[in-house]
């Protein structure tokens, strides 16, 4: 099966900018999703990119790169509160949503 | 609207009993998808479905059955529990399954002991 690829952990500090990074399998693959998980929580969809290019909503920016089957989140001016684990998720033909292993980001004051 | 609704929100089994997760969504969606989440993990996707009547298996299915008899609901059955099968169950739902949004339900809590 389709498997992804991201780092386990990641801290940055109150107000900094942050990338999580994914690389993912490029067969039957179709499109890129961000999740954002609370501890305790359900996942929240963050943002889809199917194209290559940048997508943007409010202060999480989500990036896609087919030829290097890769893509990024990029969260601005970090707040506590972002402090989740998050993943991406690819889609894939006949496999529905293959979700990576989530990356723990912990803001610091 | 509620969205996606999942009960009950915590159980603990004995090993070898046999339960049913219930899920329910209100936003006629076609798409209806089992995951379960381990300590520290992603999400495994166990079942799921692509309207009323039609089921197909995911990542992870042996130990656990489906069904879908109609839009809104889509239940999840543990045969004979075991201690493998404990986490943390999500169900979500899309209204196509190509790359959109996903819905969650808020999860079950499942302890098999």
């Known amino acids: 099966g389709q498997s992804l690829e991201q780092p386990s952990e990641v801290t940055a500090v109150e107000g900094a900018i942050v990338q999580i990074n994914c690389t993912y399998q490029?067969?039957?693959?179709?499109?890129l999703s961000w999740y954002q998980q609370h501890d305790g929580g359900a996942p929240t969809f963050l943002s889809y990119?199917?194209?290559?290019g940048l997508e943007e909503t409010g202060r999480f920016s989500s990036f896609l790169s087919r030829s290097d089957s890769y893509g990024y989140l990029l969260l601005q001016e970090l707040q506590m509160k972002d402090s989740a684990s998050y993943f991406c998720a690819g889609s894939y033909y006949g496999q529905n949503f293959v979700f990576g292993p989530g990356t723990r980001l912990s803001v610091l004051p | 609207n509620a969205g996606v609704t999942q009960t009950p929100k915590f159980r603990i089994l004995k090993i070898g009993q046999s339960m049913t997760l219930q899920c329910t969504q209100d936003m006629n969606h076609n798409y209806m998808y089992w995951y379960r989440q381990d300590p520290g993990m992603g999400l495994k996707l166990i079942y799921y479905?692509?309207?009323?009547?039609?089921?197909d298996k995911g990542e992870v299915p042996n130990g656990y059955n489906v069904s879908r008899s109609t839009t809104e609901d889509f239940p999840l059955r543990l045969e004979l529990a075991a201690p493998s099968q404990t986490s943390v169950y999500f169900c979500a739902s899309s209204f196509t399954g190509f790359g959109e949004k996903l819905f969650f339900g808020s999860g079950t809590q499942l302890s098999v002991l």
């Open positions: 990119n199917a194209l290559d």
């Open positions: 490029t067969s039957g693959f179709y499109g």
């Open positions: 479905s692509v309207g009323a009547g039609i089921t």
